[in-house]
């Protein structure tokens, strides 16, 4: 890494030109001062990462503990003050909850019974009987241990050593090795409670497991129908643009009207008497009065800007005509989705590692609970700085890497030579020369995400509260403010990194230059380059629709089980997230090519001296837009042009 002082000169000039414009012509390390923090704070991770493994109980993580502090699969220790501590579970593998339908939570913590059995009940088990018989047969002891199995059925204490009547069936989670009960309403309860989040989280879970293959099925639908946009736009022609349109417009009214016929035959089912198949009903409403307010709006917004489907067809023909000097481009979310997960998989771990740091203490009964050590929240708020500022940091660097491809492109004087391996080029000069850029623009995200985490917590806070409703449209005022603030701090990130690849400036210089140029170069593109956002954004709504439909008519068939709105919901969130990444890196190039353009217009002026970096087609669509642009400017120019036209006779 030339991270630390290090100067690259590109062209033949000695010295850089302060304060101008000078594409990809003198490159020098920026920001280093906060990429030498950012070190110094992973250097913070990666002690909290050392300290969860050293001080956090993995292993009762992994394989699960009883009430007693013995972690099952392993060999145990003693506990001092605890008789049934301290024994050999190496063959009694799986943790079993006594109470599985109904679990206790006091004070925080879980007061029902666990223990540790060498395979879990398969079957429902009624009486004491088939328990005895279970643990004959299969050697598996679902009673306290001090209880021998003989004893079952004669003991009268035995209700209260043994698990509640009757037993479900269960079957040991895969990685963790639980007990998980596989009836419904006892698999929601269940996971509800371990969570202590009863209401919400039991209307998730159950929808979920009623319908989790139709919930991976849609998600692999929305991830087809991504990919398939991509495709689209690459090949994007007058008749596809139209045919694309039509599919919106025919999708939005055909989601809607399939929400509102749903909701009118729940409200004439008079069989409905299950509460699940009221709170269908209700979230169907909301979901039909938003998803119509939504098309209302779109449908206008497409009704305005229809003279400008020429200039935006035109506009993407550009964007891709960039896109294929570096087709790989297209492939750049894969890449970043891989990392991101690595990174949020060890960052789950390491927290729930740290969640599990304790000292073993005895209470009543003879069990063991494991009390947090002193100083473990300050080490979690820590780690959820870490996540936020290294995820926007890894979004950072995919942003740069496509705008330095972008850039190697545009500024290149022999367009029927393109320049070899543009991405790869561009991820050199990255990590060579503008890391610290890239963790400066993200640091600056977080430091608004962070307020807005905090505004969401206190809002959920208040919101059961019935005394608090000024308070509550205070904070959520607030909350518009920073999300407002949150949208326009990434578009100045976004071009100020395009800066940075084009000039080799800090981020600070960058903004402040972005800043001046697109205000004096506004009037260019400003206009079209929001249509061509918007006819991405379409894009995406138009994978959300079909996904939306594909799951409603999925869950319909369940309606009697399960609340599905939930899940409905998930999965329409998951649709939007997969074709945001996938599309966004036409939003990236799009205004990548508009600041290029931009410089370009600063730094050259068409002559043979200085040349255009845009080559011609790009040219006469920059002219084409400017006449749509300033139809006003265009009439005075002909009028002037009237006015000095000399008068002669006609001539008969």
């Known amino acids: 890494m030339r991270c630390l002082g290090a100067k690259r000169l590109v062209s033949a000039e000695r010295t850089p030109r302060q304060r101008q414009w000078r594409p990809q012509i003198y490159r020098k390390c920026t920001d280093t001062m906060w990429l030498f923090l950012f070190f110094l704070f992973w250097t913070g991770l990666m002690f909290i990462t050392g300290y969860s493994v050293v001080a956090g109980a993995t292993g009762r993580l992994l394989f699960g503990y ?34 599985s339908c109904s679990l206790e939570v006091k004070d925080g913590r879980l007061v029902s019974t666990t223990l540790c059995v060498s395979s879990c009940p398969e079957e429902q088990l009624h009486t004491l009987e088939e328990i005895q018989l279970f643990a004959k047969n299969n050697g598996s002891f679902l009673c306290v241990y001090n209880l021998n199995s003989a004893n079952y059925t004669q003991n009268p204490h035995a209700d209260s050593l043994c698990p509640r009547l009757p037993v479900p069936p269960s079957k040991s989670f895969p990685l963790f090795n639980r007990c998980i009960p596989q009836t419904p309403e006892c698999y929601s309860l269940f996971a509800s409670v371990l969570v202590n989040d009863v209401d919400t989280l039991h209307q998730i879970l159950s929808g979920i497991m009623s319908g989790r293959d139709t919930i991976l099925g849609l998600c692999f639908l929305s991830l087809g129908l991504s990919l398939a946009m991509v495709f689209t736009f690459r090949l994007i022609t007058t008749l596809l643009v139209h045919t694309f349109i039509a599919l919106v417009i025919l999708g939005l009214l055909f989601v809607c009207g399939v929400l509102w016929w749903l909701y009118y035959d729940y409200t004439n089912d008079f069989s409905i008497a299950l509460d699940t198949e009221r709170e269908n009903m209700t979230c169907l409403l909301g ?52 990392i991101l997960i690595f990174f949020w998989v060890l960052w789950v771990a390491v927290l729930l590692s740290l969640g599990t740091a304790g000292a073993a203490q005895v209470i009543e009964g003879g069990q063991v609970e494991y009390k947090p050590l002193s100083g473990i929240w300050y080490m979690c708020w820590y780690h959820l700085i870490g996540l936020i500022w290294t995820s926007e940091f890894i979004l950072a660097c995919q942003q740069m890497t496509v705008a330095g491809a972008v850039v190697t492109s545009y500024f290149n004087r022999n367009k029927n030579d393109p320049p070899d391996g543009p991405i790869l080029s561009s991820l050199s000069i990255l990590f060579c020369y503008h890391q610290g850029t890239a963790v400066k623009g993200s640091f600056l995200i977080t430091m608004v995400r962070i307020p807005r985490t905090i505004l969401v917590y206190i809002y959920n806070t208040l919101k059961d509260k ?40 800090d981020f600070c210089t960058s903004a402040k230059d972005t800043l001046k140029l697109l205000s004096k170069n506004s009037s260019h593109f400003t206009s079209v380059n929001c249509f061509g956002n918007f006819i991405i ?25 399960q609340v599905w709105a939930i899940p ?24 990548s090519l508009f600041l290029c353009f931009a410089v370009d217009l600063e730094t ?36 002037r042009n009237e006015e000095g036209t000399e008068l002669r006779p006609i001539v008969r």
Not at 537 to 561: D, E, P, Q, S, W
Not at 568 to 591: E, G, M
Not at 605 to 613: C, H, I, L, T, W
Request: net charge positive.
């Open 66 to 99: 009883d009430s007693f502090g013995n972690v099952c699969g392993k060999k145990n220790y003693p506990v001092e003050g605890a008789p049934l501590s301290g024994q050999d579970m190496t063959l009694k593998k799986h943790v079993f909850f006594m109470n």
């Open 287 to 338: 979901f039909a009065i938003v998803s119509t307010v939504l098309t209302a709006v779109l449908l206008v917004l497409i009704f305005v800007l229809r003279k400008r489907m020429k200039l935006a067809i035109e506009l993407l023909w550009v964007t891709n005509k960039a896109i294929s000097s570096s087709p790989f481009l297209l492939f750049q979310p894969l890449w970043t989705f891989a």
């Open 466 to 505: 019935q005394r608090s409703t000024w308070a509550r449209s205070v904070f959520r005022c607030c909350f518009c403010c920073v999300c407002y603030l949150d949208k326009c701090l990434r578009h100045l990130n976004q071009n100020a990194y395009t800066t940075t690849a084009i000039n080799g400036t």
């Open 537 to 561: 954004f379409l894009g995406k709504v138009l994978v959300v629709c079909f996904t939306v439909f594909g799951g409603l008519m999925a869950f319909n068939y369940h309606r009697v089980l």
């Open 568 to 591: 409905l919901l998930l999965v329409t969130f998951f649709a939007y997230l997969v074709a945001h990444s996938f599309l966004s890196v036409f939003d990236t190039v799009l205004d």
């Open 604 to 639: 050259n002026d068409g002559s043979s001296e200085k040349p255009y970096f845009m080559d011609q087609e790009f040219l006469s669509f920059v002219k084409r837009m400017n006449k749509l642009n300033n139809p006003r400017a265009q009439r005075e120019e002909n009028l």
